[in-house]
């Protein structure tokens, strides 16, 4: 060995911190979550939170398909507040309540609880969001010096964090645009799919989601984030709806859909300068694979796609599959994991509202399996 150029020893890192995590709410996006914190090695359940009386005094691990765990669920919001978890992850329901979700997140930050979010998607990026949502949310930070995190998929990673890490290798970013193109008809929420987005709805109803400035509620904050993230100051943001007739009564796991009734929507959210699009989310969305094939197609079976006109130009297609086969099942894992994931980033945070333009890198430290047993490492 050369004394004079001694190899240096290994670093020593630090042990994980285990976290004290309780779940709020148990639907589409809270299942997946829930059983996610109860496999994650740096996680431990403390409490779940459900609101329906079917799901209430049951153990949480069975509810959630896994073995018992000895945490028995609750409608009694406060009971697991005062465990004083490290973090709750917030999944409950907010597009027909996004105030009343407000007020919740208000009594978990007040009270010192960081939280990580699925629910109100304007809160992707907190800057951009209604004043109304986060005042209060802000002041509930500082009195509890705690953190909230919102993102999932779409509002979420597939439309700020992943375009964002591409404007970062370019010499020049022209425009970005992202695309979800899916077929939603094993997506298992019948009042969003017909109520919410209009489904089986006459073409000139005009269901929550189509009513003017709704699109910008919920998607403007992301093309604000892409815009800040690129030094971009938009003049204004857009919406474009195009609604389109089933040719034939389309039979689905969630209901029907007759023949003339809406089967099919592209719209886009545009962030506009100079009078042209340059960051433009946009969702194609089906109630069957067949429907408007002039419209852009899925990767896979389903997935996003990340067009970046500059130099160079990017174009990453994202298909996502689920252990079942299905995109809709693997979109709703994704959108739990992404927060369930950044947990012990929130935690080290600072106080506030944060966003992906600031948060760490989230990993999946710990998810790796080990090669003899399947279980995490």
């Known amino acids: 060995m ?14 994980t911190r285990t976290r004290r995590v309780a ?17 994650h090695p740096h996680l431990d359940l403390v409490g779940v939170i459900v609101h329906g009386d079917a799901k209430a005094g049951l153990d949480a691990g069975e509810l959630a398909g896994l073995e018992p765990c000895r945490i028995v669920t609750t409608q009694d919001a406060s009971s697991v507040l005062d465990l004083a978890p490290d ?23 007040e009270r010192g609880i960081n ?54 290798v370019c010499e020049r970013v022209d425009s970005i ?64 709806v195009d609604k389109r007739p089933a040719p034939r009564d389309i039979v689905g796991p969630v209901g029907t859909i007759r023949a ?26 089906r109630m069957a694979d067949d429907l408007e094939p002039d419209w852009p197609q899925p990767p896979g079976h389903g997935g996003y796609r990340i067009e970046i006109e500059g130099s160079p130009r990017y174009v990453l297609e994202l298909q996502m599959e689920g252990e079942d086969g299905d995109h809709n099942t693997a979109g709703l894992i994704a959108t739990a994991a992404r927060v369930v994931n950044a947990i ?22 710990g998810l790796m399996s080990n090669a003899r047993t399947g279980a995490p490492a």
């Not at 990026?125 to 986060?134: E, S």
């Open 2 to 15: 050369n004394d004079e150029h001694p190899v240096p020893a290994p670093a020593q890192t630090e042990p």
């Open 23 to 39: 779940v709020w709410g148990t639907g589409n996006a809270g299942m997946p979550a829930l059983r996610q914190v109860i496999r």
């Open 87 to 109: 973090c709750v992850v917030y999944c409950a329901t907010a597009d027909l309540r996004p105030f009343e979700a407000r007020n919740d997140l208000v009594s978990i930050l």
């Open 115 to 168: 939280v990580v979010s699925t629910s109100i998607v304007p809160l992707v990026y907190p800057p951009a969001a209604h004043p109304g949502l986060t005042a209060k949310l802000e002041a509930a930070c500082a009195r509890g010096n705690a953190t909230c995190f919102t993102s999932g998929i779409d509002p979420g990673f597939a439309n700020d964090l992943f375009p964002l890490a591409l404007t970062g």
């Open 177 to 240: 645009r992202v695309l979800e193109i899916l077929n939603y008809d094993t997506y298992d929420q019948a009042t969003v799919l017909f109520d919410t987005m209009g489904f089986g709805q006459p073409l000139d109803e005009s269901p929550l989601m189509y009513m003017p400035g709704a699109l910008t509620f919920a998607w403007g904050p992301v093309v604000h984030q892409l815009a800040a993230g690129c030094g971009l100051e938009l003049d204004r943001v857009e919406e474009v």
């Open 260 to 285: 003339g009734t809406m089967g099919a929507v592209r719209f886009e959210i545009r962030g506009i300068v100079d009078g042209e699009a340059r960051i433009v989310i946009e969702h194609v969305t």
């Open 344 to 365: 012990p980033a929130v935690c080290d945070h600072r106080a506030g509202l944060v966003s992906t333009l600031e948060l760490a890198l989230v990993t999946g430290d």
